[in-house]
C-alpha cells in the first residue's frame, strides 16, 4: 500500500505535469490563431487560381501539356505522406499512416510500384522500420510556418519525377483543416491534374467555365500557370497540415490538462482517506495504551 508520502509525490508530479501541458495548450491555440489567419488568406488566391486553371484545362487538348498526361498501364506512383515533426497531437499522425496504408492496400493492383516522399520526422520514423521504398524524406521545414520558398524545391522535385518518367502519378496523404475540432485526412491527386482539380481541393461545387478572351493564348497560358499552380497547391495542403497539428495539439494538451486535474482529485481523496485512517490508527493506540495501564 502507498504511504502518505508516496501519494503526496505523486500528486506532485501530476501536478507538474498538469502545468507544462497547459502551457503547451496555451502556445498551441497562439500558434493555432496565427495559422487558421494565414489559411484563410490563402484559400481565396488558391481557389481563384484553381478556377482560372480549371477553365484553361476544360477548354485545351488533353496532351497539351505534360502535366496532364494519363499514362497507361500499371503506373509508377510517387506518394507524398504529410506528418508532423513533433508528437503530442492526439490521433493526427496515426490517422496519416493509417491512410497512406489503406491506399496503398486498395490500389494495389493499378501500382507497379510505390515510392514514398515523407514530410515530417514523424513520418520519416514511421516507415524507417516498414519495407516501403522511401525516396526523400524532409524533416523541419517549417519551424515557424509554412513558407513558400521552401515548398519551392519539394514540388521542383515531384514534378521534375514525373516529368521525367520516373513517377506516372504524383499523389499526397495530407490533413485537411475543417475546424478546430475536425481534422479530415485525405488524399489528392496531384499530378496528373484533373479537370475538377478545384472541386478536389475546396469541397466545393464546380462553376460552369467562363468565355474568356486570353492574351497570350490558352496554351501559352497553361504551360506558364501549371508550375505556378502545383507550387500553390502545395503550399495550401502544407498549411492545412500545420493548422491541423496544432489544433489537434490544443485539443491534445486540452484532455490531458483535464485528466491531470482529475487524477489530481483522486489522488487527494486518497491522499485523505489514508490521513484519516493514519490518524485513527494512532488514536486507536493511545486509547488502547490508557486502558493497558489501567
Do not use: W
Not at 478545384?198 to 467555365?209: F, L, R
Not at 490538462?257 to 486507536?284: C, G, H, V, Y
Request: proline share 4%.
Amino acid at each position: 500500500m502507498a504511504t502518505l508520502r508516496d501519494i503526496q509525490r505523486r500528486i506532485q508530479s501530476v501536478k507538474k505535469t498538469a502545468q507544462i501541458t497547459k502551457a503547451m495548450q496555451m502556445v498551441a491555440a497562439a500558434r493555432l490563431r496565427r495559422l487558421q489567419e494565414a489559411l484563410e488568406a490563402t484559400r481565396p488566391y488558391a481557389d481563384k487560381m484553381n478556377q482560372v486553371v480549371e477553365d484553361l484545362v476544360g477548354q485545351v487538348e488533353g496532351g497539351t501539356h505534360p502535366f496532364l498526361e494519363e499514362r497507361e498501364g500499371p503506373r509508377k506512383l510517387d506518394l507524398l505522406v504529410v506528418s508532423s515533426d513533433r508528437g503530442l497531437c492526439g490521433g493526427l499522425n496515426t490517422n496519416v499512416f493509417r491512410k497512406a496504408r489503406d491506399f496503398i492496400a486498395e490500389n494495389r493492383d493499378a501500382y507497379a510500384s510505390v515510392s514514398l516522399y515523407l514530410i515530417g520526422q514523424k513520418a520519416k520514423d514511421f516507415y524507417k522500420r516498414r519495407d516501403l521504398p522511401v525516396r526523400q524524406a524532409k524533416t523541419h521545414l517549417f519551424p515557424d510556418r509554412p513558407q513558400f520558398e521552401a515548398i519551392k524545391p519539394i514540388a521542383k522535385d515531384l514534378v521534375e519525377s514525373f516529368l521525367s518518367g520516373e513517377a506516372d502519378e504524383v499523389g499526397i496523404v495530407f490533413t485537411r483543416f475543417r475546424s478546430v475540432m475536425t481534422q479530415q485526412t485525405a488524399y489528392l491527386s496531384l499530378l496528373p491534374l484533373q479537370k475538377r482539380a478545384a472541386e478536389e481541393t475546396d469541397g466545393g461545387e464546380p462553376e460552369e467555365a467562363g468565355d474568356y478572351i486570353y492574351e497570350p493564348s490558352r496554351e501559352a497560358l497553361l504551360a506558364r500557370l501549371l508550375p505556378r499552380y502545383v507550387e500553390m497547391r502545395l503550399f495550401l495542403i502544407m498549411l492545412e497540415s500545420l493548422t491541423s497539428e496544432f489544433a489537434a495539439r490544443m485539443t491534445a494538451m486540452d484532455s490531458a490538462t483535464s485528466n491531470a486535474k482529475e487524477m489530481i482529485d483522486r489522488l487527494t481523496l486518497t491522499f485523505n482517506r489514508a490521513r484519516q485512517a493514519a490518524i485513527t490508527k494512532e488514536l486507536m493506540d493511545i486509547v488502547n495504551g490508557a486502558e493497558a495501564l489501567q
